[in-house]
């Protein structure tokens, strides 16, 4: 039997993956949960075979869980199940070693068969994202870059950042602008976004 927890914040998702699941006699759906921290606490409860992870959960997102899931050495199979055919996050999923990444609009044979073969030991990508693992972009960003608009996404404004790092306002400013410039984006939020999508955040 593969003993498997479905972690998915749509509720009506959530509950018609778990029902067709139940379907196959050879699977047992031990726990549905709606965000990564219940997900962290059913994994160490139930100790399944497999997770599905939603990758934009609450609390803890797919892939934070998928590292914590490796860091406390667990045995359990990872699966991202997502809607984002984003490179970055792909890219992500990798280092972590999950061992299927798969979109959320494949037909549901295609989660079943992916589920019993990331069981007998192999990797499984959507053909749709199988071609972003070969066309991994470079980085553009300096480490001060990459650090400023971490901050920014944490909500820290220039002169929040000015005082935690201990820099002028103007040159926290030429960070951002820098990094703006480098990412083609309008604003430093869209270059927390593009950021975040190429998997440099």
Known sequence: MIRIIIAEDQKMLRGAFASLLKFEDDFEVVAEVPDGQQAWE????HKPDVCLL???MPHINGLELAENIRRAGLPCKIMMVTTFARPGYLQKAMDAQVEG???KDEPIDCLIGAIRRVMKGE???STDLAAA???KEENPLSERETEML???REGMTTGDISKALFLTRGTVRNYLSSAIQKLGAESRQRAVTIA???GWL
């Open 101 to 103: 990444y798969l979109l």
């Open 150 to 152: 971490r901050l920014t």
């Open 196 to 198: 975040e999508e190429k």
């Open 54 to 56: 939603d990758i934009e």
């Open 123 to 125: 990797r499984v990508v």
């Open 42 to 45: 059913a994994i160490l409860e």
């Open 133 to 135: 693992l070969f066309m």
